[in-house]
């Protein structure tokens, strides 16, 4: 079974507009083959899906994300099964919003965990069956503490990433509960800062814990660039997936409009490996990244893999990356 896994999509502004001429397939440009292949697909969903709202004006924010409810089609074009909603612009447009796109995603059959009208909800893992095994994501956020769900409040399943804090203890605990009901567990972690190549140290431990719990894969997202890979237990710990699509300028030195579509093998409960095919972000679309650049994007990611003692070898023949599960 393939698992396929993207990084932050952001369907808002300057992406939102051009949806408004364009089908709901643009944005996964020639992406799109590769993706509908997978059995599984797994993105982080970095704005808030919604024709209505005011920009969140509780805190100061600079960035706003929404895009068009119809887009929500974008989605269904691609085949994403399940989103994580734990990150920073799920409440960009208020709670009206928010809840609203629940109710989208839920008419629509794309499976969400990590944001919902209330704690209990927020805290849901996102189960689905795929050929015959049982697949659950639990996704928390370590951003936006003001957006923390309450008893009787929307919001999301906010945790800092601090081993020894409740609130760490409780992800932990979910991840444990669910791994007792489901055969592979997905721990999605929107963590850290926006930029560069390396988690935060407090994240290895962190990580570590959460497969230590019943994580079977950790997908890691919100920095802009991807991070090196760490297999810990044989399991494969993603720390950053970068940005898959968006409308953001780019930085020259820290190439945010690089990322890969990853993929984790598996042979029924057990991961057997990853294949990582680079994509670039142009004119609001995701693409492939074509030789001499897919070169150039993996080489930096098999560097950072190698800090991790992970063994990454490029494969010329399909211009995708290998990564040893060991």
Not at 161 to 179: G, N, P
Not at 238 to 254: K, L, N, P, R, T
Request: glycine share 6%; proline share 5%.
């Amino acid at each position: 079974m393939d698992l396929l896994f993207l990084g932050d999509v952001m369907l808002g502004r300057l992406v939102n507009r051009m949806l408004e001429k364009k089908t709901p397939e643009y944005p996964w440009g020639d992406t799109l083959p590769l993706i509908r292949k997978a059995d599984l697909r797994v993105c982080n969903l970095e704005c808030v899906i919604s024709d209505f709202g005011v920009p969140w004006s509780a805190t100061p924010k600079v960035f706003h994300f929404r895009t068009d409810e119809k887009n929500v089609k974008c989605l269904k074009a691609a085949g994403i099964d399940i989103v994580s909603l734990a990150n920073n612009h799920v409440l960009d447009f208020e709670y009206d919003a928010l809840t609203g796109m629940l109710s989208i995603l839920d008419r629509e059959g794309v499976v969400h965990a990590g944001a919902g009208n209330n704690i209990k909800e927020a805290s849901q893992p996102a189960t689905i069956s795929i050929d015959g095994l049982k697949v659950a994501l639990v996704a928390f956020t370590d951003n936006e503490p003001s957006w923390e769900a309450q008893d009787s409040l929307p919001g999301v399943l906010f945790c800092p990433i601090d081993i020894k804090d409740e609130r760490a203890k409780s992800v932990f605990e979910i991840v444990r509960q669910t791994k007792a009901k489901v055969d592979l567990v997905i721990a999605s972690a929107h963590w850290g800062p926006n930029w560069g190549y390396r988690p935060r140290p407090k994240h290895i431990p962190f990580a570590h814990a959460l497969i230590d719990a019943g994580a079977d894969i950790v997908f890691g997202h919100s920095c802009h660039v991807f991070h090196g890979i760490e297999i810990y237990k044989k399991r494969p710990i993603i720390y950053s997936a970068g940005d898959f699509i968006d409308d953001y300028a780019v930085d020259e030195i820290e190439r945010n409009d690089e990322s890969f579509i990853f993929i984790v093998h598996t042979e029924g409960k057990r991961i057997t490996g990853l294949t990582l095919h680079p994509t670039i972000i142009s004119e609001f679309q995701a693409s492939m990244a074509w030789v001499p650049r897919a070169e150039l994007i993996s080489a930096k990611m098999k560097n950072l893999c190698s800090e991790f003692g992970t063994k990454a070898e490029w494969n010329g023949k399909r211009h995708c990356l290998k990564v040893e599960v060991s």
